[in-house]
């Protein structure tokens, strides 16, 4: 009979490995011994394959890619060391095992292979989310197969339940495993960070870090997603397979380190299993859980809101577009604006269309075919489909007049949006992105979004928004 021995959190920052950070590596100290303590802790845990999930293999927005080729390698040529490289046998018989009951439960997988690699235009060898974890355990264990897994951009319900068919193909095999989430916490911590500073990212941290030391993983399962994108982090989704993994068992939490010393928090923590907790049913808690957010989202729902739901709803259950309902208020009837709409599905863009300057006979209008087009013809993503809708949350962002301006002094990112335009092309960014903290943050955006060089000699306006959420 199998074991599921333990999970872990361990970051992935290759300036921690010593042939590469060359000295830096000694301001993330704390971070290094954590490591190698959790190296040493599966040494004498003796697993026979080593899972681990990262965030820097091939991503997919509805897929989850596994690795399929029999030797799994990779070395760390991308952070000037070629020579610094690694080789693992893959433990096939379980990816395959995986991936079949992956399919019957409905989650899509990429199998990942360097034929899969040149028809996508990605990279089949190891990543550094996977390196760097790899590195340090290798120096202390090294008789295992190893699993490599890139989590995607799926709802936290089919992460968690993918977490899940994993522990139970384990155990079905006879393996004894343990599994590496593989992430760091907030980037944005300080203006010295790799992306720019976000107060989130401090909430962010100190949210996820009490959650493991408590080993509260229903928490961290129906996790804000909002938050962690705003805080700017890789983490979160690794953590919810972790606790799929984990569901129904008695689980003794430790967090070996915290610290982030480059802008970037790291934290190192291990979870051994001690026992059976049959009461446990974290999945149907999880999916409650998501239902009552969607209902009191549904419920706060304005008439902006609730009319672009509506619009988008019934064209894809009925194949047209609604009329204007009878009951609209005047505001929506008798006002004629630009208007954009996004969608959003667990925290995640879904899509985002609209109108700078009004077409429609009025706003009402303007909504009803806005959402369609966020919803089927935003080419970024796949038309919306039937089953999604449940799990939907919209907002209205209705554009009031652009003004002229001369220069990025008269910007201010929270209220004004930007609108760049040199003859046919034109592009527009919203106000108050997430992301996005500076004027000249938001006018390379747009200029990017309409195809104009920053040195032609572009037209620039602001406007601002009335939003409904």
């Known amino acids: 009979m199998g074991k599921i021995l333990s ?25 290094i011994e954590g490591c190698r303590t959790i190296a040493k802790d599966i040494k004498e845990k003796k697993p026979t394959t080593i899972i681990i999930i990262t965030p820097h293999g091939p991503l997919f927005s509805d897929a989850i890619s596994i690795s399929v080729s029999e030797r799994l390698e990779g070395d760390f040529r991308n952070f000037g060391n070629r020579s610094l490289k690694f080789s693992f046998k893959n433990n096939l018989k379980l990816v395959d095992e995986i991936i079949s009951q992956s399919y019957k439960e409905d989650i899509m997988i990429a199998k990942i292979d360097e034929d899969f690699a040149r028809s996508y235009n990605v990279d089949s060898s190891l990543d550094h989310g996977a390196l ?5 355990i290798n120096k202390e264990y090294k008789d295992f197969q190893l699993v490599h897994i890139t989590y995607g951009l799926l709802s936290p319900r089919k992460l968690y339940s993918f977490g899940n068919i994993i522990k139970e193909k384990s155990l079905e095999l006879e393996e004894d495993v343990v599994l590496i989430a593989s992430g760091d916490l907030s980037h944005k911590l300080s203006y010295d960070g790799p992306y720019s500073y976000s107060p989130y990212g401090k909430q962010y941290d100190t949210k996820i870090v009490e959650l493991l030391k408590e080993g509260d993983f229903k928490s961290i399962a129906a996790f804000d997603m909002e938050l962690s994108e705003k805080a700017g982090e890789c983490a979160l989704r690794s953590l919810i397979i972790l606790a799929g993994f984990l569901e129904g068992l008695k689980i003794k939490p430790k967090v070996l380190s915290y610290e982030g010393p480059f802008g970037v928090g790291y934290c190192n923590a291990m979870f051994h299993n001690i026992g059976e907790n049959h009461g446990d049913n974290t999945f149907e808690q999880l999916l409650d859980m998501e239902n009552k957010k969607i209902e009191n989202i549904r419920k706060n729902e304005d008439e902006y809101v609730r009319l672009a739901r509506n619009s988008l709803e019934y064209y ?3 194949g047209k577009i609604m009329d204007v309902p009878k009951d609209i208020s005047d505001e929506l009837l008798k006002r004629r604006h630009g208007a954009f709409v996004t969608i959003k599905k667990d925290g995640n863009l879904r899509g985002c269309i609209g109108t700078i300057e ?14 369609i087009s966020a919803g089927v013809k935003d080419p970024r993503f796949e038309p919306v489909t039937e089953e999604e ?6 907002s ?17 990112v929270e209220k004004y949006g930007v609108i760049v335009s040199k003859g046919f092309r034109r592009g527009l960014l919203l106000p108050n992105i997430e992301g996005v903290n500076t004027p000249s943050e938001q006018v390379s955006i747009a200029l990017a979004k309409a195809g104009i060089g920053g040195y032609e000699d572009y037209k620039l306006e602001r406007f601002q928004v009335e939003r409904h959420f």
Do not use: W
């Open 316 to 318: 894809i259950k009925n």
């Open 132 to 136: 760097v974890p790899l590195y340090f």
């Open 358 to 371: 009004p077409t429609k006979a009025n706003l009402a209008e303007e909504i009803i075919y806005n959402a």
């Open 389 to 394: 809708l449940p799990y939907l949350v919209y």
């Open 7 to 31: 999970g872990y959190l361990m970051p992935h920052p290759p300036i921690i490995v010593e042939e590469i950070g060359r000295g830096q590596e000694r301001k993330a100290i704390n971070t």
């Open 396 to 412: 209205v962002d209705v554009l009031y007049p652009p003004e002229p301006i001369s220069s990025l002094e008269e910007l201010d």
